[in-house]
């Protein structure tokens, strides 16, 4: 058994360990925006990289933006199945834009069929291109761009036409996605205020949230005894 598989395996153990991690930690995310300083210049700029995108959406090509959404796509597939070991053997996209497809040897895991549905490919290769520069606003306005490029890309790919969704099963994306989504939008702003040291700051107030919260649910429920 190669490494691969064993990989594999182990993923697919935790799919819905982590789908019901992301239920519990809902209440936490959705309440852990307070946490960034909306009135903060970097937080501006990048809410203005965001409209901008917006306004670049309404005159982009219809055939170029579905082509753009459908490589990120199939290189988001490709990444995730390259980082758990599995050989990428093509990537094609359908002549007439309908879809594309990403193949690769070995059986695969649910984190690589779902991962265009919340990791932001293009808003990742930025930071890592940009890592070792000082960040300014013109940093955080592309940035707050690419955020915008993943919100409305996932949304448009959440449909009951998209192939992969049955794969992983609706109910796990139900349970999954919302949450997964909302993680990665709280540590790209955590990351736009603060760099790495803002990522860490924003996991541990999300875990001080979840025990905040679990500890009132508790103490309701003894209440009701």
């Not at 490919?121 to 306005?141: A, E, M, W």
């Amino acid at each position: 058994m190669n490494i691969s598989s064993v990989l594999d395996r182990f993923i697919n153990l935790l799919k819905w360990p982590i789908a019901i991690y992301m239920v519990v930690c809902l209440p936490a995310l959705f309440s852990s925006f307070k946490y960034f300083e909306l009135t903060n210049l970097k937080t501006i700029t990048l809410i203005c990289g965001l409209i901008c995108f917006i306004f670049a959406k309404t005159m982009m090509d219809a055939s170029v933006k579905t082509s753009m959404q459908i490589i990120a796509h199939e290189f988001t597939h490709a990444f995730f199945a390259f980082i758990t070991f599995h050989k990428v053997k093509h990537i094609r996209l359908n002549p007439d834009e309908s879809g594309g497809e990403m193949g690769f040897i070995g059986d695969g895991n649910w984190l690589i069929v779902i991962a265009p549905y919340f990791f932001p490919i293009f808003v990742i290769v930025f930071i890592l291109i940009t890592f070792l520069f000082k960040q300014n606003i013109i940093f955080n306005g592309i940035l707050g761009y690419f955020v915008g490029y993943h919100i409305d890309t996932v949304a448009s790919q959440i449909h009951e036409k998209q192939t992969d969704l049955p794969k992983v099963g609706y109910p796990f994306c139900f349970c999954f996605l919302p949450g997964a989504n909302l993680w990665i939008i709280g540590l790209i702003l955590a990351y736009n205020a603060a760099g790495l040291k803002g990522i860490s700051s924003y996991y541990s107030f999300i875990n001080h949230l979840n025990v905040l919260y679990f500890n009132q649910l508790t103490v309701l429920i003894k209440s009701l005894y």
